[in-house]
């Protein structure tokens, strides 16, 4: 039952009905919402409900049309009310009744369908998803790094060339840029500054200083991209962590044992390390930092007595980059070179869970195979 409980409600000359036409005007609104509501899907329990609130002998809508339609109307209309209201019943449980036999053949197929299942047997199992493998590596060198009382920032992907480059220590036209060299956005003229994709998270760690004082311990997890051409090894877009720790007595040492002992969380204890001295603008003195071959055990050598095809023959692999942060970075953000000193680190997630989980393809990455992501739940 819809809308009709007011009008119902009513007696005829409340609701302005004098003529015979316009009772059956009346009436066949009651009609039509009555059809309205018998075309709904009922079950049983609702199709009772649904009988009482049209056929209920106190509060059915039938009954409250005689006790205010019918009966105090005037007798003029008496006789057109009495035939509509005649016609409206056969109507409506004529309805019902159809309603009540459809309803019980409905039942007899579902009794009839239920013993060719059985229903003890478990519902389908839908499929569990699970977090992408970049993602559980970067879950992996988070949870190491906040061990040890580092906290995690993230920062924007369109970056300005200030904060990408020039704050830090990579002017315009220094011969480093044209490796990192990145895509830039299309801007409408006049547009402030330009706007490129951030070719490494470093940016993070300049406006993280901006806004913190001394002491400062961050990893900034996150997407970059560079005018890479893709093979295994390389892509356009890849991810890196970089971290960054200042305070006003960190020396090498400190900066050696952090990097060690986030190497042996994540490789395990029995690999070794090393440094060999390297170049980057924004740290000075600057390291390449190599592990001992996971896949030969560091001897060079693979399983067959050939040369190890990831080491080539070395027993180093080359892991990322680091060294202590250039004094010229720190009056970028006003900090005092002569009260402070730090160290920062970059490294490619990607490289990292090619690594771990011996993967030749960079590419598989981005391909979506499920076949692939399957094996790492």
Known sequence: MRNIEKPIDKTLEDLGVTQPDEVATLFAEVRNEFDLDADKEYIEVLWKEFRDSWLGRKSGVLAHITNNWL????????PAVGAALNELRAHVEAEVERRRVAIEQKEEQWALSGALYDLSLPGVQRPIGSHHLIRQVFQQIEDIFVSIGFSVVEGPEIETPYYNFEAL???????????????????????????????????MQIRTMEKRQPPVRVIVPGKVYRRDNPDATHSFIFHQVEGLAVDSDITFCDFTGTIEYFVKQF????????????????????????????????????????????????GWIELFGAGMVDPAVYGFVNYDPKRVSGFAFGMGIDRLAMLKYQIDD??????????????FP
């Open 362 to 375: 960079i590419q598989v990455f981005f391909q979506n195979d499920v076949r692939f992501l399957k094996q």
């Open 71 to 78: 009966k105090p109307a005037s007798p003029t209309l008496k």
């Open 267 to 314: 490789f395990g204890p029995g690999v070794k390390t090393r440094f060999r001295p390297s170049y980057f603008p924004f740290t000075e003195p600057s390291v390449e930092f190599d592990v001992s071959c996971i896949f030969c055990g560091g001897s060079g050598t693979s399983p067959g007595s050939g040369t190890c095809s990831k080491c080539k023959g070395a």
């Open 169 to 203: 220590n990579i002017p315009e036209f220094h011969p480093v840029r044209d490796d990192m060299d990145t895509f830039y956005l299309d801007l409408p003229k006049g547009a402030p500054t330009p706007l490129l994709l951030r070719t490494h998270t470093s940016p």
